[in-house]
Antibody, heavy 119, light 110 residues
Framework: EVKLVESGGGLVQPGGSLRLSCAASGFTFRDYYMDWVRQAPGKGLEWVAR??????????DYAASVKGRFTISRDESKNSVFLQMNSLKTEDTAVYYCVRDAHTAFDPWGQGTLVTVSS | QSALTQPPSASGSPGQSVTISCTGT?????????VSWYQHHPGKAPKLMIY???KRPSGVPDRFSGSKSGNTASLTVSGLQAEDEADYYC??????????FGTGTKVTVL
């Protein structure tokens, strides 16, 4: 069974940092791009970041709203993808989903981890 | 990148059909055949229902179908069932390795 399990969410003050993790299982991790997508309370889905699967030269892309503050990375030895979030703002409050990227669609999705940015 | 436009809500009685639109621009929906649709029951993980405009992943009932005309994509759910009540989001590749989601549509089964 393909499974994605996120962790690392929690409460953080504005300006603070948080690192999300996503453990993947049930598929050949190195064959896929991986992404993060978020959903703010009462709002729609927003694509956040993507990382390719070429270890010799990972390529990353970000939504304009997080570029320069968030960093996506992956560890093939741990079948995991990470999202380092710095300079957090209240508007970053959301459920963050880890997703497997099949280039033209996101499938499957993890259950999500809640990040709350508040003082 | 602006979100794709979807109607906030749609509804139908069991057995009826409902169609949800997803309007973008020539830079996203109209420019690529990379439109996908996701079903989201609150509190659960979103689920891929349609990819590359018209393709259905294995396990998704053939009651779900997708189409596109110009800058507008559509998802049709035929033979509505109670379990189809959920939020639905479209997504499109928007060039330069970016993706954009729709605003979301809440489908209610009357």
């Amino acid at each position: 069974e393909v499974k994605l399990v996120e962790s690392g969410g929690g409460l953080v003050q504005p300006g603070g940092s948080l690192r999300l993790s996503c453990a993947a299982s049930g598929f050949t991790f190195r064959d896929y791009y991986m992404d993060w997508v978020r959903q703010a309370p009462g709002k729609g889905l927003e694509w956040v970041a993507r990382i390719t699967n070429n270890p010799s030269s990972y390529k990353t892309d970000y939504a304009a709203s997080v570029k320069g503050r968030f960093t996506i990375s992956r560890d093939e030895s741990k079948n995991s993808v990470f999202l380092q979030m710095n300079s957090l703002k209240t508007e970053d409050t959301a459920v963050y989903y880890c997703v497997r990227d099949a280039h033209t669609a996101f499938d499957p999705w993890g259950q999500g981890t809640l990040v709350t940015v508040s003082s | 990148q602006s979100a794709l436009t979807q109607p906030p809500s749609a509804s139908g009685s069991p057995g009826q059909s409902v169609t949800i639109s997803c309007t973008g621009t020539s830079s996203d929906v109209g420019g690529y055949n990379y439109v996908s649709w996701y079903q989201h029951h609150p509190g659960k993980a979103p689920k891929l229902m349609i990819y590359e405009v018209t393709k259905r992943p294995s396990g998704v009932p053939d009651r779900f179908s997708g189409s596109k005309s110009g800058n507008t994509a559509s998802l049709t759910v035929s033979g509505l069932q109670a379990e189809d009540e959920a939020d639905y989001y479209c997504n499109s590749y928007a060039g330069r390795n970016n993706f954009v989601f729709g605003t979301g549509t809440k489908v209610t089964v009357l």
